[in-house]
């Protein structure tokens, strides 16, 4: 990734700066593997919402995956076919549902008992039946950070294997909503295949479990997780897809006419995105040398979070010596720190310092926490 510095130089910092090459590469590298299969990619907006990113991808003819009605809005008017969307979240609000019925979204991804039975009635409402998924909690460890594994019995999200049968069975009694999926998500940033592998082997046997009592479904949902390389955003710019549907591949036992889905969200975003900040000061202690930036943990939180590491480069010191620093920001909390003794050359006020892989839960997460302005997008092709 290359950074036009002398075009910086015009933006204020901090900022996010998105190569959109490499954005379009990643995304078509996707679509070529899924392709491969007859896969269906379904692009996850939460990991970055970008109305001009979301364009790309709805134009290389990516779904998508919404996790609010905000989402759902979004993903439709940045061009995305309605009949593409699936809509998760564990909390649904009642003009959310109505918004994905009215659009006639692919799918409700339902959580629970109770949220199946208000989306039937507010479909009947209408006079419409609107086609739902079922999120199964497969009960698989992704062996991510605990904030962001979603899979285990203990966590909030999805319909427990136990309560399957149940569920399923209720589903069919109800004359308003459709069955046409399961669904699953298990986590993100998940670093190998093997839980992937795992949960096709229990899609199998779920599959199996749930044509004992006469369910069929035309559509399985495995949801999203693939990881970035967040220590090498250089060398492993492209996340390996080829070698993540070919794990799939191998092991789901599809039912004829059934189709496959994916939702990728992180390996599509992360790696094209870098905040770009200002060192603003330095402050040399008898212990440690401080760098304190102008982006804070309001514009880029996975740090501050869950001690999320980004790669950070000084893109301006002429400097062949090395020193190691903390790279902190200006807000009022210890937490608003980047890395700590990450060795950097050294360091003066007025150079540009680059927070790598950053496109996706960058820009989305920000807030405008110590009433800071939300940073601003700046896209390679605007700088041409
Ligand atoms: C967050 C999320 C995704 C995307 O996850 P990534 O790790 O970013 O690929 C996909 N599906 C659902 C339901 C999600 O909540």
Redesign the pocket.
């Known amino acids: 990734m290359n950074f036009p510095l002398s075009k910086f130089r015009n933006t204020t910092t901090p900022f996010y700066y998105y190569d959109v090459d490499l954005f379009e590469r990643t995304a078509k590298t996707a679509l070529t593997q899924a392709n491969k299969y007859g896969y269906i990619v379904h692009y ?1 907006l ?2 970055n919402a970008n109305e001009r990113l979301l364009r790309i991808l709805s134009g290389m003819g990516f779904g998508a ?1 919404c ?1 609010s009605g905000a989402e759902v809005q979004r993903a439709a008017a940045c061009g995305f076919d309605p009949k593409s969307i699936a809509f ?1 979240g564990v909390g649904k609000r009642d003009d959310e549902i109505n918004l994905g019925i009215d659009h006639g979204i692919f799918t409700f ?1 339902c959580e629970s008992e109770q949220e199946l039975e208000v989306i039937n009635e507010l479909a009947k409402a209408k006079g419409k039946v609107a086609t739902v998924a079922l999120r199964i909690n497969p009960n698989v460890d992704a062996h991510t950070h605990a904030h962001i594994t979603t899979g285990l019995a203990e966590n909030k999200f999805g319909i427990n294997l136990w309560q399957l049968d149940e569920v399923a069975k209720k589903v069919q009694r109800l004359s308003n909503i459709k069955l046409i999926s399961i669904h699953f ?1 298990i986590g ?2 998940i670093t190998e295949l093997e839980p992937f592998v795992e949960l096709c082997r229990k899609v199998n046997e779920l599959q199996d479990q749930l044509e004992k009592i006469g369910v069929a479904v035309e559509h399985v949902n495995l ?4 990881s970035v390389d967040y220590h090498h955003p250089d060398e492993k710019s492209i996340p390996d897809f080829a070698g993540y549907f070919a794990a799939i591949n191998k092991t789901i036992k599809l039912r004829a006419g059934q189709k496959l889905h994916v ?5 599509i975003a992360a790696q094209c995105g870098s905040l770009v900040t200002k060192c603003l000061f330095i402050k040399e202690l008898l212990k440690k040398n401080f760098v304190v930036v102008d982006a804070g943990f309001s514009d880029l939180i996975r740090p501050a979070l869950y001690g999320a590491y980004h790669k950070i480069e000084n893109l301006t010191s002429p400097s062949t010596e090395s020193k190691k620093y903390d790279v902190v920001g200006p807000i009022c909390e210890s937490s608003d720190t980047f890395d700590k003794d990450v060795s950097l050359p050294t360091t003066q006020r007025g150079d540009y310092l680059v927070l790598r892989t950053a496109g ?1 839960y960058g820009e989305v997460m920000a807030s405008q926490y110590n009433l800071r302005s939300l940073p601003k997008a700046v896209f390679s092709t605007d700088l041409k």
Do not use: F, I, T, Y
């Not at 949801?223 to 693939?226: A, E, K, R, V």
């Not at 939702?263 to 390996?267: A, D, I, Q, V």
């Open positions: 996850a939460k990991a995956d996790v998760a991804n998500h993100s940033q949801g999203g997780g693939l939702e990728l969200g992180r390996s996706a």
